[in-house]
């Protein structure tokens, strides 16, 4: 097996603005499980990007650790990339779009990733407004290390254990638009026709873009007791060695329309419920995103679309009143400013 893409493409491929394809806004072959909800939402950054005629290199892709921070390896190739440790993507970001604002700052993240570890790094991405799209892929367990719940976990789910959730979960949507977001939305991977312009919008804001996306696991959604789950196999077959086997799984998809709900069943049983937001929903009323979700948290609903957006919003740049020019463009001249301007500088403190 090959992780390499071929070179050929068709030369009747449609192209952008700028004559690019598709094609070159993608990037590695994913290695992640056959259906995992994650490289939907690669897709979708991709889409995107192309039909925003957005020139790759000008985008600097930042990721933490989990499923999720691998994922930018699969789009994208041609932009500058950083893979942070644990939880830390919000600070380098914060520091890259500091020294250089030319760039379009695409951070991406998983739950275990933004809501237990870096939760602290999240919430001061938000109070700062940081420039920047932060795509959250929620499956709501930890799936590099055996899907434990994660802190985004819905009470009374169950592991693939067959252990049941007994924690409150944390919504990070509702918490992003409490602690001042100016852009909050959230989505389902299977679904592209709101994903796609969603992620479109996000990339269009100026500041902090918060983009929550249910992204269902293949592997550890089979929850304990099923016959067809990998414990039960173990317990009843006598094999010559112990070897795991992820199945192919279908991508689940979904298409409805805007203020209905749809019952969704995951691949291991669990079912959630997805509800689109109305069109006449307004996104301006932060008070009023804020009562929707809680209302439906109480129905066990998932609510979907743009929450709350904030058209004039200010961010980190306009605060600071900072350089347009990347630092490292920035020449003496601009650097040591000559004694006059030093005096004036000083003067205006006394």
């Not at 938000?126 to 799209?133: A, C, D, F």
């Not at 852009?183 to 992620?199: E, I, M, T, Y």
């Amino acid at each position: 097996m090959t992780y390499l893409r071929p070179t050929f493409r068709h030369p009747d491929l449609p192209t952008n603005i700028l004559g690019y394809t598709r094609k070159d806004y993608e990037g590695a072959i994913s290695t992640l499980c056959a259906g995992c909800g994650h490289d939907s939402i690669s897709g979708a950054i991709v889409q995107a990007c192309w039909e925003l005629s957005i020139e790759p290199h000008k985008v600097a892709k930042l990721s933490g650790i989990g499923c999720s921070s691998k994922t930018p390896t699969y789009f994208l190739s041609n932009a500058h990339g950083f893979n942070t440790v644990h939880g830390r993507m919000p600070s380098v970001a914060t520091g890259a779009n500091m020294a250089n604002r030319s760039l379009t700052y695409l951070g991406v993240s998983g739950d275990g990733d933004s809501a237990s570890i870096g939760m602290g790094q999240f919430v001061h991405a938000i109070r700062r407004n940081l420039n920047v799209v932060y795509i959250l892929m929620n499956n709501g367990c930890y799936g590099l290390t055996k899907g434990q719940d994660s802190a985004t976990a819905d009470v009374g789910s169950k592991s693939k254990s067959g252990s049941e959730n007994k924690l409150a979960t944390i919504d990070l949507a509702s918490l992003a638009i409490e602690l001042g977001a100016t852009f909050v939305a959230r989505s389902f991977s299977g679904d592209k026709n709101q994903l796609v312009p969603l992620v479109k919008a996000a990339l269009a804001h100026g500041g902090f873009a918060f983009l929550d996306v249910v992204s269902p696991c293949v592997t550890f959604n089979n929850n304990f007791g099923s016959t067809k789950s990998y414990s039960y196999v173990r317990e009843h077959n006598h094999a010559a060695s112990n070897i795991d086997f992820v199945p192919p799984a279908e991508t689940i998809s979904v298409d409805y329309p805007e203020n209905t709900a749809r019952e969704l069943q995951l691949h291991g049983g669990n079912k959630i419920v997805l509800h689109k937001l109305p069109t006449e929903w307004d996104p301006l009323d932060r008070i009023s995103a804020l009562n929707r979700l809680h209302q439906a948290r109480r129905t066990g609903e998932i609510v979907t679309g743009l929450l709350f957006i904030e058209p004039d919003s200010q961010d980190l740049h306009a605060t600071l009143d900072t350089v347009h020019e990347p630092l490292n463009q920035l020449q003496e001249k601009d650097l040591c400013p000559g004694a006059k301007k030093l005096e004036g500088i000083n003067a205006s403190y006394r």
